[in-house]
């Protein structure tokens, strides 16, 4: 964050004073931050998507990294026999390395203690090692076996009351399925509501016909990019490939579909019109406002002419002087 800080914010806003420092920290970069981390904990949540079944259900609604990490470790620990799992006491083992005879302590703690590993990824990450899910493949013992307040940290967890004031953006489903009665609901009386309410947050029409909109623009922003990325692979493609029938069925297709884009184009004029430039603009930041330089060149002229035009009444100190004068008002002299 403080990279970002310094490498973006404070290049682009150019501040200079702490006063705008401050604003600009407190303004901007604050909510930005804020704003990001919300959409990340609502993307990598199941109220987003659902889980891959290859994800155990214990690594469900955690950091992303987190997750890659468990797997990669989980994967790791097939490798692991029962005969390298030995039982020191009740949880506490001895894990034997699959490179090498060095045996590694793990300690799955307690309430009061938290689990650990003599290995060096323990050591570096406090995250589960694979010699943990060794433990749990070949004993009675299982993720939830670690100390609650472990699995439940911020750091392996998302927040869960981000993700649920997130969740009111995923309404579209809800408005394609029935949206007549989702608006009865939200503008008829008290009982009417109570019987036909169809979502779990309270907005009214117009909410639900922005959210609609946002929704769509959204889904055609996405659609765009794919188009683009498809074209720069064939782009690239077109440079090795040697099939001269195959070549020319694709420019065929691209002819074709080049023509039903320019005809579902809106146009005025006769001229392609360029939709949502506003919101566009309300996007870009603010620059900001250059310096006026106009009435410090004219003090400067003013200053020069009294030095040109007054040679005879004036000795070589004063003129001295003057030059000292531009240069302390932040002029150049001669």
């Not at 307040?149 to 399925?177: A, N, R």
């Not at 060149?297 to 003013?302: D, F, I, M």
Request: proline share 4%; with cysteine.
């Amino acid at each position: 964050m403080n990279n970002s800080l310094k490498s973006f914010y404070l290049k682009i806003s150019g501040t200079k004073t702490v006063s705008s420092l401050v604003e600009m920290i407190v303004t901007e970069f604050i909510p930005e931050q804020l704003l990001s981390y919300a959409k990340l904990n609502y993307m990598y949540s199941s109220q987003h998507r659902v889980y891959s079944c290859d994800v155990p259900e214990f690594l469900w609604d955690r950091p992303r990294s987190f997750v890659q990490h468990c797997l990669k470790n989980l994967e790791a620990a097939c490798y692991c026999t029962s005969q390298q799992v030995q039982e020191q006491r009740k949880g506490l083992y001895k894990v034997q390395s699959e490179h090498s005879c060095e045996w590694y302590t793990v300690d799955l703690g307690d309430k009061d203690r938290f689990p650990s590993c003599e290995c060096r990824s323990f050591n570096s990450t406090f995250l589960p090692c694979k010699h943990f899910f060794a433990v749990f493949k070949h004993t009675d013992n299982s993720w939830y076996s670690l100390c609650p307040d472990y699995i439940s940290s911020p750091y392996v967890t998302l927040d869960s009351d981000v993700v649920s004031s997130q969740k009111h953006l995923e309404v579209k489903e809800v408005i394609d399925k029935d949206t007549t009665v989702c608006t009865s609901s939200f503008v008829g009386s008290a009982s009417t509501c109570k019987e036909n309410a169809v979502h779990p947050v309270a907005i009214d029409c117009c909410d639900i016909q922005c959210l609609k909109s946002d929704m769509e623009a959204n889904e055609v922003s996405t659609a765009q990019c794919a188009l683009r990325e498809k074209l720069k692979i064939l782009q690239d493609l077109s440079y090795i490939c040697m099939d001269h029938e195959l070549l020319r069925n694709a420019t065929a297709v691209i002819h074709e579909l080049a023509g039903k884009m320019k005809c579902s184009v809106p146009k005025e004029d006769l001229l392609p019109l360029l939709s949502n430039q506003d919101d566009i603009k309300l996007k870009l930041r603010v620059l900001p406002p250059q310096k006026r330089k106009g009435k410090v060149k004219a003090k400067r002229r003013r200053i020069e002419k009294r030095i040109s035009g007054d040679t005879g009444n004036q000795s070589g100190s004063s003129k001295e002087n003057l030059l000292t004068d531009c240069t302390t008002i932040g002029l150049p002299g001669e």
